[in-house]
């Protein structure tokens, strides 16, 4: 697949700040990751004692993110980002969902960093890749979340359709047993600041607990 994403000069020119850091690499699904989850209950268990909802609000790379979004027309109260979705969720006690050891080692770098982060099957994706704005009644099922109105928000297309955004990721790119061609993208809305450190923490993470290979990795 063409690692290049191309981002439309209407986005750019909303959020001249968004830059996309990307990891494409080869990986093994598994759904029996116990080590990894020692490492990812070490943080849940840290940021369960010292962070708040607040302080999720005020992570710079979750409140640059928010503005991004209201920039953009976008209620991000609404359509909350997934990174701070997650630690919502480890604040409020309930911990993060088991999924699989690609997906979880994702939400792991996520909740580290405060970057929400797309993570796709790139065997499913078509043609080439660019993000733009959702359109009016454009076709869109959000893992776990049904039918989501995309109107304005930033995403993905390939040439099916839409398939990606920091809210949710969709149902014809989610990561399943299946994945052996992985296309993972940190969106950050604060430049570069951040990306580069947070980008090498989940490449460890996946050479660790998804044998991953032919790693490639890029700032768009």
């Not at 979004?69 to 993060?96: C, F, H, M, Q, T």
Request: neutral net charge; charged residues 25%; contains cysteine.
């Amino acid at each position: 697949m063409n690692p290049t994403i191309l981002i439309e000069p209407q986005l750019s020119e909303l959020c001249p700040s968004l830059k996309l850091g990307v990891i494409q690499c080869q990986v093994k699904v598994t759904t029996d990751s116990d080590k990894l989850w020692e490492v990812i209950n070490q943080h849940i268990k840290q940021i369960e004692e010292s962070t708040t909802v607040e302080a999720i609000r005020n992570k710079p790379t979750i409140s640059s993110s928010k503005d991004a979004y209201r920039k953009v027309g976008k209620d991000p109260n609404r359509y909350r980002l997934s990174a701070e979705s997650l630690l919502r969720r480890i604040v409020n006690g309930k911990g993060l969902y088991k999924i699989n050891n690609v997906v979880d080692l994702l939400n792991l770098a996520s909740i580290k960093s405060g970057f929400s982060i797309g993570g796709y099957n790139a065997d499913k994706i078509v043609g080439s890749i660019k993000m733009g704005l959702g359109k009016t009644d454009e076709a869109y099922q959000g893992i776990g979340r049904g039918l989501l109105n995309i109107e304005n928000l930033p995403l993905f297309r390939d040439d099916m359709g839409a398939f990606g955004s920091a809210t949710s990721d969709s149902v014809r790119t989610q990561i399943d047993s299946a994945c052996q061609n992985l296309l993972m993208v940190f969106f950050s809305y604060q430049g570069e600041a951040e990306l580069h450190e947070s980008m090498n923490f989940a490449r460890e993470l996946l050479v660790d607990f998804a044998s991953a290979t032919n790693i490639r990795t890029c700032i768009i």
